[in-house]
């Protein structure tokens, strides 16, 4: 699909696949700032990582999710691009619309398919309109457009872009889109030297029950290691896999990633991976995936083939905070849900999508309806934050 936008020079593609572009094309649009060999601030957007989605068959035929990529030129250049995908179903997304499935279904629509501007199985803020510097403005704009006039023309009910900056959502919501506003649990790096500084900020009773659980935890009988680049080896991945699986089953019935995926994950991502692996009697027993940020530690999957008390909060939280303070990295987000997360130090936090409805009478509905859960947001975040485990004083400086 060519499509025309506001400035005619623009023009919006539609690809089918990753491999239709040239990695460097892509990632001079979703990491500039990695160009000269540095970190990508997010790790999740970078050709790399969609593309070992693509190639694992991750995505793709008969997952649900079909790649439908948008390219904007200008003169011959690319100069944005976004993540996009035809939508089956609504699984895997983490901020969730099955409830307006159902309504426009039961009304006598057709919700499915709808366009997903998205990273897929990942709960991970970060931008979904991506433009090369100095494009910003223009390429947003013009990816923006494109979608709708995609979805518009290939009868989708619907467009969304989840997990999105909040600079994303205002631009969104100024051009017509509708705005959401959601909430995961973050934890902020003040400046700690250690986790021992980080737990004096705590209040004397969090303080020390998180001490208890991190002695309880590494008191199952084994040793626990954060493993990184070249120190991951391909046994590690097959431990993994058994924990992956085991908590797919549970959560989501089959796992989303396939086998492939870990081994393309060990050849082209290792360098972007923290993997913590808790090993007893020379056998790993659980394990915690995640992902390296320029200045952020993203949490996403946890596993273990054996039950030990307050593993998973060792393995999913602390040491992912000890990784963050080594690291110098300004904040861990540990993925979706989970209230139980803010007592161990991670504060409720808004994140943010961007939704356009092709009925004009049901995009009338949900707009009312986000506006209430907004306010309903904000109110839960105000309370959770209260009842937050750092002495009040701390609260109000990291507000």
């Known amino acids: 699909m060519t499509g025309a936008t506001q ?50 068959g991750s995505v793709g ?89 995609f979805a518009s023309q290939t009868g989708c009910s619907s467009l969304h872009a989840t997990f999105c900056t909040e600079a994303e959502a205002i631009a969104g919501a100024e051009i017509g889109l509708l705005r959401r506003t959601t909430q995961q649990f973050h934890w902020l790096n003040d400046g700690y030297a250690d986790f021992d500084a980080f737990l004096a900020s705590l209040s004397s009773r969090k303080r020390k029950t998180i001490r208890k659980e991190r002695r309880t935890a590494q008191d199952f009988g084994g040793e626990i290691r954060i493993l990184t680049g070249d120190e991951i080896a391909p046994h590690h991945w097959d431990a993994f896999w058994e924990f992956y699986q085991d908590t797919g089953a549970r959560k989501w019935g089959s796992p989303y990633l396939t086998r492939a995926f870990f081994e393309i994950a060990h050849e082209t991502l290792r360098d972007d991976i923290a993997l913590v692996m808790c090993a007893r009697d020379g056998e790993e027993v659980a394990g915690a995936l995640n992902f390296i940020g320029r200045d952020t530690l993203f949490g996403r ?26 690291h110098g990295l300004e904040r861990v987000e540990a993925g979706a849900q989970g209230e139980h997360k803010l007592a161990r130090g991670y504060l409720p936090t808004e994140t943010h999508s961007l939704h356009w409805i092709a009925d004009k009478g049901f995009s009338e509905a949900i707009a009312h309806y986000l506006e209430a859960e907004r306010r309903a947001v904000e109110e839960e975040i105000e309370i959770l934050t209260e009842f937050g485990p750092f002495r009040k004083t701390d609260i109000q400086e990291q507000q």
């Open 301 to 326: 999957y946890w596993g273990a083939t054996e039950h030990h008390p307050c593993l998973h909060f060792e393995a999913c939280y602390y040491q992912a905070i000890d990784f963050a303070i080594a």
């Open 61 to 149: 035929p008969g997952t649900g999710w079909e790649p439908r990529h948008l390219v904007a030129e200008k003169d011959g250049e690319t100069i944005a691009v976004a993540p996009l995908y035809a939508k089956g179903h609504s699984q895997g997304e983490y901020i969730f619309d099955h409830n307006w499935a159902h309504a426009y279904e039961r009304a006598g629509g057709r919700y499915y398919p709808k366009l997903q501007v998205a990273v897929p199985f990942t709960p991970a803020t970060g931008r979904r309109f991506l433009t090369k510097p100095g494009h910003e403005v223009e390429g947003l704009s013009a990816l923006i457009q494109g979608a709708v006039q």
């Open 7 to 56: 400035d005619a020079t623009i023009a919006v593609s539609v690809l089918s696949g990753l491999d239709q572009i040239e990695a460097s094309a892509w990632d001079a649009c979703a990491c500039p700032e990695a160009k000269d060999g540095g970190r990508a601030i997010d790790p999740f957007t970078t050709y790399r990582f969609l593309s070992a989605l693509e190639r694992s």
